[in-house]
């Protein structure tokens, strides 16, 4: 098999950090096959607690009504601009989808430069 990065190392930040995060909602992400506990990243429930818990702040604040399981997925560096200058590894995003109408709610360590998050981003 080629080089990936060991898992623990996707996250490299401090639950803290997610409180700067950019906030984005979207509808709908359906295929969640690809998305990964925090648990497992993070190598243990006590240590994901508190960025579930700085994810669910944000989250909360976005109009999030607290029902979904909170995880990470993944979006690789080619789904970038080139200009961006996006490492190999990509970037993990935190993702919440509502159960009750299938909304999702985002937390970035970037800027997500699509279309879609202009207004978010605040150029519209």
């Known amino acids: ?5 060991p898992i623990n190392q996707i996250v490299n930040y401090p639950p803290e950090a997610l409180a700067n995060f950019h906030c984005y909602g979207y509808e709908y992400i359906d295929n969640r096959q ?10 243990s429930e006590e240590k994901a607690a508190p960025y579930i818990e700085q994810a669910k702040t ?5 109009g999030w009504a607290g029902d979904g399981d909170i995880e ?5 560096p080619f789904a970038f601009p080139l200009a961006l200058l ?9 993702h919440v ?7 999702s ?11 879609e998050f202009e207004y978010a981003n605040g150029r519209t």
């Open 72 to 76: 990470l997925l993944w979006v690789p």
């Open 1 to 5: 098999m080629g080089y990936t990065i």
């Open 105 to 115: 709610y985002l937390l970035s360590p970037i800027e997500l430069p699509f279309e």
């Open 86 to 94: 996006i490492p190999p590894v990509g970037v993990a995003i935190w």
């Open 58 to 62: 944000a989250f909360l604040e976005m």
């Open 97 to 103: 989808k509502q159960s009750e109408d299938g909304i």
């Open 34 to 43: 690809f998305a990964l506990r925090p648990e497992l990243v993070l190598g």
